[in-house]
């Protein structure tokens, strides 16, 4: 990406590359047994001419979706607290949406897909199975979750990479997987400067304003419980939507059968010890069919 910009002709833009150049140790050649040419991505759809819908009509499309599911004791709450992102609450089974928040016909979908069709419904499967702790989740299925949330989505958004880049960025960063661990603001100041430099906007003040909005989320995520300016404490669980959804998209790449039982309960279908404990139980994927019934 930054490759792509050396001859920009802002010289804002160069400077911030400059930056990058000097702040992050990228190696000049980097081994990898991923060649991302080798999966078979959807195409992203475009959404242009697309409806938008309300904070209300997300509610109600969210509720149509649980009852479709037969998720019993959920409820959709509008969250007037300013948070701006859609968050499921598997503790007391809520669903809450941002009051202010707005999306467009194809990206609600994915949003159903990922947080009803994903979250919820494999909470009730789980909790519905021979397993009830596949309610709750065995122990380290996060990865599993998020990368097949992540997966539902791409399926109908479509994808021309794995998810979560900048989540398994930010981390990587504080952590110093490329020599030097930092703080809050060693990783804010990065992530502003590749967030511009990545930027399709012309304006290029509207462009450096979002830049710095997007690097402090960003860090604010990647930060939380933490004091923010000892280098190399970090939360790390963000790593889990990029890792995860390159574990489920290797389980598709190679057609595997597990793909066919996912959705029993919360359980990482990468992990090895996860399948033998649902192989032991007996726990298929014919048990979905009994689920549904």
């Given at each position: 990406m930054i490759d792509g910009k050396?001859?920009?002709?802002?010289?804002?833009?160069i400077e911030a590359i400059a930056r990058l150049d000097q702040n992050i140790?990228?190696?000049?050649?980097?081994?990898?047994?991923?060649?991302?040419n080798s999966y078979d991505f959807p195409k992203l759809k475009s959404t242009?001419?697309?409806?938008?819908?309300?904070?209300e009509e997300i509610k109600v499309a969210f509720q149509r979706a649980l009852l479709e599911c037969n998720a019993q004791g959920w409820s959709?709450?509008?969250?007037?607290?300013?948070?701006?992102?859609?968050n499921v609450n598997q503790e007391n089974k809520t669903v809450y949406v941002p009051a202010e928040r707005k999306v467009k016909e194809t990206k609600l979908k994915a949003l159903i897909a990922h947080e009803i069709g994903t979250h919820a419904l494999r909470r009730e499967n789980g909790e519905?199975?021979?397993?009830?702790?596949?309610?709750?989740?065995?122990?380290?299925?996060l990865k599993g979750e998020e990368g097949l949330a992540r997966y539902k989505e791409q399926e109908i958004i479509g994808a021309t990479d794995f998810a979560g880049f900048d989540c398994h960025l930010a981390i990587s960063l504080a952590m110093g997987l490329d020599g030097k661990k930092r703080d809050f603001r060693e990783v804010f100041d990065i992530l502003r400067d590749y967030y511009f430099v990545k930027s399709k906007n012309a304006n290029r003040d509207e462009s450096w304003k979002n830049a710095e909005e997007l690097a402090w989320k960003r860090c604010l995520r990647a930060f939380r419980g933490t004091t923010c300016d000892i280098p190399g404490a970090c939360f790390t669980q963000d790593i889990a939507y990029r890792e995860g959804n390159i574990g489920i998209w290797n389980l598709v790449k190679k057609d595997d059968d597990e793909m066919r039982r996912v959705m029993v309960g919360k359980y990482d279908p990468t992990s090895e010890r996860h399948i033998?404990?649902?192989?032991?139980?007996g726990i298929s994927d014919s048990d979905l069919e009994t689920l549904a019934n």
């Open positions: 050396r001859s920009d002709s802002d010289q804002r833009i140790n990228i190696p000049e050649e980097i081994e990898t047994s991923i060649d991302i242009k001419n697309e409806p938008e819908y309300s904070a959709v709450v509008l969250d007037e607290s300013g948070n701006t992102a859609i519905r199975s021979k397993l009830k702790l596949l309610g709750l989740g065995l122990d380290r299925y033998w404990i649902l192989d032991q139980l």
